[in-house]
């Protein structure tokens, strides 16, 4: 909310700067944005009267001026604005005055003619038209009023000002108002609030009830109504002071009855509307839900129908203001205006949020509505505008209130200890400092030993807790800085990371070892680029949880697998020109039809790797993934697999027990072209919940060998078809218990073999861990295992 | 010649021939004429017979010790061929030490999960126990249990992601203050890092997508002194000495007090620059004393107990402390930048 310091000072005083007030502020939980000091960039700029005007002999638009500012001879001026004359009134930028925009005036000459100074527009003094209205128009700014001359016109102008941003905080409805500013101001300087005597002067005929019916058929939404009426209204332009006012808060002057509800609204914080009455169909208000299909038209010109249950002022026909948010085209007030009500009520802070959000429409007024408007002070705030339009003698204020409050709230009053007060705060403020600073606060307080009883300001309505907003309210002024800081005391607590992020932590420091960098994506994707991967129908991956409110399209849907984004995300690495990338994800995927005993959806932490590059092919991704099952423990066995996103010859899935573990494989072409994948690529997937549950941990260590080891190789001749990692399995297998490790070391192929046949190195090593193995033995063992590779795999020894 | 200068002149004409000796041949063919089955000493050896018997002790252990003498003048020259000959395979093995190598793939953690793994150490070490949960999460524990009830103002500050009335995508770690307290009895102490989620389009500074950090002490008489200790722990513990916190009043729904956090800006150290904008503080986290009314909507007596609770934004340290201009880059993958964090 932006203030004019000048308007804040009429109710409270400020004997500081505005940095420093501004600091003192934010230290009592008075957030403040910044400040705008009002005419910081204009100076030595007077007021002067222009005593002769000729045009200029060498221009068809040039005047030349002599200018009295005060001083002991009048100034020569050029002056090309088709309105100056003499006899004028004018500010004068004299020579070594600063403009906006950084803008120096000089002595000079203009068309050989000498120039000591510059008569100004308002433009060029960065003085915005609707301030003044009846002086700026083309031209240069012509003063109405009498001021001395060589006078500073900054504060003719309201120059002189600094406008100060505050930021109100949620609870603090009541500070989205001068008032509210000025009495937190009054706390935080140690000055006083003095609010202004509010005394009605009623000019008016008769009463209220002889010009008005008003009735609120729907008090749930209204609790409050307060209403006033204004007879033979005088419409006109608004004082000086009150456009000022308006302008600093950054609200335009409209005329003087409408800126008089602004000017309140920003006071008191309690926003009014005006009705032309003679507009009041019936003269008859009626606060009442609008039925389906009624329609109103705005002050904005724009038409809106009105949705069944949403709160309206209407009159005995329809519809002439949205409650709370915007008032009607056809009652507002014009230069023809007879009589005016005046509105000041309380609307329901839900219903005025959802129908200004329903609407479109996000004014002053619902702004305020919004964040709850007191229910106590309406009539406070009705009091003042009838205050000022007598004193602005805008028109007879009319005897007589309507108020319609049927269930008036109570006084709130709340207890506390001092003690715990204290405590709570973790700061020994005095039970005495406690006191006078609730009381500073307008808090009624009494306090008996220990114990305060306190009546809480009308004002507040952020007082819902007690004792702990009692703390927060002593603590604040007291100041936050006395919070010292202390260690945590207590029963000990274990601490620790949990089990799923240690997991992580494993994965990631195995896999950022490796090379990997880890990437993040957002958790929403396009539904299109799940859909790219070419899932099967019924896939339960196409099943996605939709966002009912997304950002966009692309946005819309959570995850069910990591695979599209890191495949986007490779493509953006080879877009980018980057040679190689190997990267990975570990992140939530969420399944909608899966649901957790509290009907959310299950949410499943996967693994996602994926690279491309010389060094990335297929098995290295694959050996990537086994290092990681062989750090967690899980044993595993890969097989051929199929996968709609992978390559059909270049799929494989790790498989422990019956559970598959991980799915690997080259991204298929169809898939790169839809990703824009220019290059090979492989991918792999994991799941971080069931390789938690599948871990295992290390164990006791084995026992150091005490005999030695004998090894064995083989090269067998096969054919293409056959799968090494089976085949290696069942050799191992009939390799006995004497076969302590059997690996595969070397693939060959040439035409020699014969076509579509290769040659498979295997090397064995057998061990018994209490005798040395003799040739009868180990010779035994490899027979068994050549039978099996002969019977099982037609795989014979090489020649 | 006796025996004697016999002896004496042998060993310096095979001293004097060994010195010669290039290879290990020529050293072996020297020992075998030396002390070979037909070598000189050996030949001496066996003319022991024709001496005298009593002259025969001394002959023999004269010639004993000219073979060992031999023997060891033969050694040290054989290991000073192996010093030559290593050193000369040595020198053939010499390579260009600078010449540049192909890099190992650089790998490195996400910069988010990096300073969320130092604050897990941080806290941690303070006896706080890291609990996930749900992102996608009841509209219950988001908002009713945090003190934000159904169209509270409150809410419009968090722009919301909704799946159903009932189910939201979390739009703060909050919601695991109820669930912790919901389901363990103090002394609490937890920190609960997770994705959160608001309707904001992205840009330098904001993301839909962000990650936060909650903090939750619940124990007898915790005060607000209790967690500004914590939090200067934290911010020296993560900026170095001399980082300290300011607190400035503010609103939450579910603390009060509520404090806003500042630290001491680590650009210049609280002298006011570029970076803190001349204030010298950086805005980096909200907290306060857990909200009674909060307290007792999980379970836990206000009366008995109280709490603070703290919740840190990831991404804007991140970016802070790796001086990251564009919050985009943090979700966008490329390896040039990610490449960079260690």
């Not at chain 1, 606060?287 to 038409?303: M, N, P, S, Y």
């Not at chain 1, 009692?470 to 207590?490: F, K, M, N, Q, S």
């Not at chain 2, 010649?1 to 000796?21: D, F, N, P, Y």
């Amino acid at each position: 909310m932006k203030v004019p310091m000048k308007w804040i000072r009429e109710y409270a005083d400020i004997p500081a700067d505005a940095e420093t007030y501004m600091n003192k502020m934010i230290m009592i939980g008075d957030g403040v944005e910044g400040y705008e000091a009002l005419g910081a960039e204009v100076e030595n700029v007077v007021v002067g009267r222009v005593l002769t005007c000729v045009d200029h002999p060498d221009s068809d638009h040039l005047h030349i001026t002599t200018v009295d500012v005060g001083g002991e001879a009048p100034l020569q001026i050029v002056c090309g604005a088709p309105n100056v004359a003499a006899g004028q009134l004018v500010p004068v930028a004299l020579a070594g005055a600063r403009l906006p925009g950084g803008v120096k005036i000089k002595k000079g000459k203009m068309r050989g003619e000498v120039s000591e100074g510059m008569i100004c527009s308002g433009q060029e003094l960065g003085v915005p038209p609707e301030l003044y209205p009846n002086i700026w128009e083309k031209g240069i700014l012509v003063f109405n009023e009498d001021y001395p001359l060589g006078a500073d016109v900054k504060p003719i102008l309201g120059l002189d000002d600094t406008v100060m941003d505050f930021e109100v905080l949620a609870n603090r409805p009541d500070c989205l108002s001068v008032w509210g500013i000025a009495r937190e101001t009054a706390v935080a300087l140690g000055t006083e609030f003095k609010k202004p005597a509010i005394t009605v002067t009623e000019t008016g005929k008769g009463d209220i009830r002889d010009y008005v019916k008003v009735e609120v058929e729907d008090p749930d939404l209204c609790p409050r109504y307060v209403a006033r009426v204004i007879d033979n209204v005088r419409v006109g332009p608004s004082p000086k002071w009150l456009r000022e006012y308006l302008f600093g808060a950054g609200m335009r002057s409209i005329n003087n009855v409408v800126d008089i509800t602004n000017f309140v609204m920003l006071e008191t914080g309690h926003p009014m509307h005006a009705f032309d009455l003679d507009k009041v169909a019936g003269r008859h208000v009626i606060v009442r839900r609008a039925k389906a299909g009624e329609t109103i038209t705005t002050l904005d010109g724009k038409q809106h129908e009105m949705q069944a249950g949403q709160l309206a002022i209407c009159d005995a026909e329809k519809p002439s203001c949205v409650a709370g948010v915007m008032g009607g085209e056809e009652s507002e007030i014009t230069e023809s205006t007879r009589s005016v009500m005046f509105e000041c009520a309380v609307f329901d802070y839900a219903a005025t949020r959802l129908t200004a959000r329903a609407l479109g429409i996000r004014t002053e007024s619902s702004g305020r509505f919004e964040k709850g408007v007191n229910i106590r002070t309406p009539l406070e705030a009705m009091q003042r505008a009838c205050q000022l339009i007598h004193e602005l003698d805008a028109g007879d204020v009319v005897p007589g209130v309507i108020d319609l409050w049927p269930d008036p709230v109570p006084e709130q009053v709340v207890t506390g200890s001092c003690a715990r007060i204290a405590r709570r705060a973790g700061v020994d403020i005095p039970p005495e400092d406690i006191v006078r600073i609730l009381e500073s606060l307008h808090f009624g307080v009494k306090r008996e030993g220990d114990l305060l009883t306190c009546t809480v300001p009308d004002f507040r309505q952020d007082i819902t807790v007690g004792e702990a907003d009692l703390c927060e309210e002593a603590l604040r002024v007291y100041g936050y800085d006395h919070i010292p800081g202390t260690p945590l005391r207590g029963e000990t607590t274990p601490g620790g990371r949990s089990a799923q992020m240690r997991l992580r932590d494993t994965a990631s420091g195995l896999l950022t070892g490796l090379g990997f960098c880890e990437i993040m994506n957002y958790s929403f994707v396009s539904p299109k680029s799940v859909e790219k991967l070419g899932l099967a129908e019924g896939d339960p991956r196409l099943n996605m949880l939709a966002i009912r409110n997304p950002l966009g399209e692309d946005t819309s849907v959570m995850r069910t697998t990591l695979v599209p984004d890191m495949l986007k995300t490779l493509a953006l690495n080879i877009n980018h020109g980057n040679e190689t990338a190997l990267l990975f994800e570990a992140s939530t995927v969420f399944d909608p039809a899966a649901r957790t005993a509290e009907n959310l959806p299950s949410e499943t932490r996967k693994l996602c790797l994926g690279g491309y590059g010389k060094a990335v092919d297929f098995f290295t991704l694959r050996a990537v993934c086994e290092r990681l099952l062989n750090a967690l423990g899980v044993p595993f066995t890969a097989e051929r697999f199929t996968e709609t996103y992978l390559h059909p010859g270049r799929a494989a899935r790790l498989v422990s027990g019956n559970e598959t573990v991980c799915v690997i494989g080259e991204v298929n072409p169809d898939v790169r072209d839809r990703f824009e994948l220019t290059a090979r690529a492989c991918i792999a997937e994991l799941d971080l919940d069931q390789l938690l549950r599948m871990q295992t941990p290390m164990g006791t260590v084995k026992p150091m060998p005490r005999f030695p080891a004998v090894s064995r190789d083989l090269s067998l001749v096969m054919a293409e078809t056959v799968e090494a990692g089976p085949m290696l399995r069942d050799l191992s297998a009939a390799g006995g218990s004497l076969l302590e490790d059997a690996k595969m070391f070397d693939v060959y192929r040439s035409p020699v073999l014969g076509p579509d046949r290769k040659s498979v190195a295997f090397s064995f090593v057998f061990r018994a861990p209490d005798r040395t193995l003799t040739e009868a033995e180990i010779g035994k063992a490899m027979d068994k295992i050549l039978k099996l590779a002969e019977e099982k795999y037609g795989a014979v020894i090489r020649g | 010649m006796g025996i004697k200068e016999t002896l004496g002149h042998l060993l310096e004409t095979a001293q004097q021939e060994l010195e010669t000796i290039r290879d290990k041949q020529a050293l072996e063919a020297l020992r075998v004429r030396i002390i070979g089955k037909k070598g000189e000493l050996t030949a001496l050896l066996r003319g022991m017979g024709q001496l005298l018997p009593e002259e025969r002790p001394a002959a023999g252990q004269m010639i004993n010790e000219a073979r060992e003498k031999f023997t060891a003048m033969l050694e040290a020259r054989q290991e000073a061929l192996r010093m030559i000959e290593r050193r000369a395979a040595l020198q053939k093995e010499t390579i260009d030490v600078t010449e540049p190598v192909p890099p190992l793939p650089l790998g490195s953690a996400h910069p988010v999960n990096l300073v969320m793994a130092e604050m897990v150490d941080c806290f941690t070490g303070m006896g706080f126990e890291v609990v996930e949960g749900p992102e996608v999460e009841l509209d219950h524990y988001n908002f009713e249990l945090m003190n934000i009830p159904k169209n509270h103002p409150a809410r419009d500050a968090q722009d919301t992601f909704y799946v159903d009335d009932n189910i939201v995508l979390r739009t703060h770690t909050s919601p695991m203050q109820a669930r912790t307290m919901l389901s363990r009895k103090p002394p609490i102490r937890v920190i609960c890092p997770g994705r959160v989620f608001r309707s904001d389009e992205a840009d330098a500074t904001h993301s839909p997508v962000f990650h936060q950090m909650e903090g939750l002490v619940v124990d007898r008489d915790v005060t607000m002194a209790d967690l500004r200790g914590t939090l200067n722990a934290f911010a020296e513990r993560l900026y170095g000495k001399g980082i300290t916190t300011r607190f400035r009043p503010s609103f939450f729904p579910f603390t009060e007090p509520s404090t806003e956090v500042d630290l001491t800006c680590a650009a210049c150290h609280g002298k006011g620059c570029r970076v803190c904008k001349g204030t010298g503080w950086i805005e980096v986290l909200g907290g306060g004393m857990v909200n009674p009314h909060v307290l007792e909507m999980c379970g836990i007596d206000p009366t008995v107990y109280s709490g603070f609770a703290f919740g840190i934004g990831l991404e804007r340290i991140a970016m802070q402390r790796y001086g990251i201009p564009d919050l985009r880059l943090l979700y966008e993958g490329d390896v040039r930048f990610l490449g960079q964090f260690r």
